[in-house]
Nanobody, 126 residues
Framework: VQLQASGGGLVQAGDELRLSCAAS?????????VAWFRQAPGKEQEFVAA????????YYADSVKGRFTISGNNAKNTVYLLMNSLRPEDTAVYYC???????????????????WGQGTQVTVSS
């Protein structure tokens, strides 16, 4: 699966932004697990949210719980990350990733994902 991440931009604190992770033309995610990770300058990549096996469950990092929502469309070819109440500390490059073989215990581990998008920059000004 080839992934295309989009939707990043420059916003102010408190604003909303929606990221999209699209499977390449003609492909769908099916029952793959799709996740978002982010990496801020000088920091390690961290887990943000996951859409588990086609949406049977969702998982969030504590830092975004209650502010971010991960969802998918009915065609299962796009997964979204709706980010509300953005904070300057949310500034990072956001990457989407997918894999058909994620087990629950590894859903937050970036090394578990086989397919990656190119990243989209999110900058939140104070």
């Amino acid at each position: 699966v080839q992934l295309q991440a989009s939707g990043g931009g420059l916003v102010q604190a408190g604003d909303e932004l929606r990221l999209s992770c699209a499977a390449s033309s003609g492909q769908t995610f099916g029952r793959q697990t799709v996740a978002w990770f982010r990496q801020a300058p000088g920091k390690e990549q961290e887990f943000v949210a996951a859409f588990w096996r086609g949406g049977s469950n969702t998982y969030y990092a504590d830092s975004v719980k209650g502010r971010f929502t991960i969802s998918g469309n009915n065609a299962k070819n796009t997964v979204y990350l709706l980010m509300n109440s953005l904070r300057p500390e949310d500034t990072a490059v956001y990457y989407c990733a997918a894999d058909p073989s994620i087990i629950l215990s590894s859903v937050r581990m970036s090394r578990s994902y086989r397919y990656w998008g190119q990243g989209t920059q999110v900058t939140v000004s104070s």
